[in-house]
């Protein structure tokens, strides 16, 4: 079984500037893969990044990045240049094994400040 | 364009009643599942099936009930509901249930139990 442990419930950002997301997780798995999905107020579940454990190069999309450090079983989301749609709940997941089970930390709120 | 539909969107219920969460996809994903998200738990896996004619719990089946005659449908039966059983539930599916596919989800399902 895994785990996935976001410890900050809020966040908050100045619009135009960069946050930085903390999750950690735990594994015992080799194969396994990280994500980070947005929620904005629709409830919607939106993939923003993923990230395949045996791969060491950091993805990044646009504005989303992460920081991926295997050893130390962390998976951290850096937005650049806040937008005011991003203000949303972020989720952190890890996927292992073969059927596909979602393992989501608590999330977190983050709000844009105009 | 539909994707991964949910019915119905909300829903009020009296504790002890009977009803079913509809999910269809039209993408001929194999895999399916249903999560229920409750305030400050992140989303958490109920059932899972990884093809019609199987079915098998996730971390919170207790309660509910689900089939999978097709490929397209995987219903979700509340037997007698609870009031613990008010939450917000996601349908989502997968073309495979290997770790690193891109996973669907519906836009969710507003049930309270009174």
């Known amino acids: 079984a895994q785990t996935v442990t976001q410890s900050q419930p809020e966040m908050s950002v100045q619009e135009a500037e960069t946050v930085t997301l903390s999750c950690t997780y735990d594994?015992?798995?080799?194969?396994?893969?990280l994500f980070w999905y947005k929620q904005p107020p629709s409830r919607q579940m939106i993939l923003v990044i993923r990230q395949e454990a045996y791969k060491q190069q950091n993805a990044t999309e646009n504005r989303f990045s992460v920081n991926f450090q295997k050893a130390a079983k962390s998976f951290s989301l850096k937005i650049s240049d806040s937008q005011l749609g991003d203000a949303a709940m972020y989720f952190c997941a890890c996927n292992t094994g073969a059927n596909s089970k979602l393992t989501f930390g608590k999330g977190i709120t983050l709000s844009v400040r105009p | 364009n539909a994707g991964v539909t949910q019915t119905p969107k909300f829903q009020v219920l009296k504790t002890g009643q009977s009803m079913t969460l509809q999910c269809a996809q039209d993408m001929n994903h194999e895999y399916m599942s249903w999560y229920r998200q409750d305030p400050g738990m992140g989303l958490r896996l109920i059932h899972y099936s990884v093809g019609a004619g199987i079915t098998d719990q996730g971390e919170v089946p207790n309660g509910y009930n689900v089939s999978r005659s097709t490929t397209e449908d995987f219903p979700l039966r509340l037997l007698s509901a609870a009031p613990s059983q008010t939450s917000v539930y996601f349908c989502?599916?997968?073309?495979?249930?290997?770790?690193?596919?891109?996973?669907?989800f519906g836009e969710g399902s507003w049930l309270t139990v009174v």
């Open positions: 989502a599916s997968s073309y495979y249930g290997l770790p690193g596919n891109t996973i669907y």
């Open positions: 594994t015992s798995e080799s194969d396994y893969y």
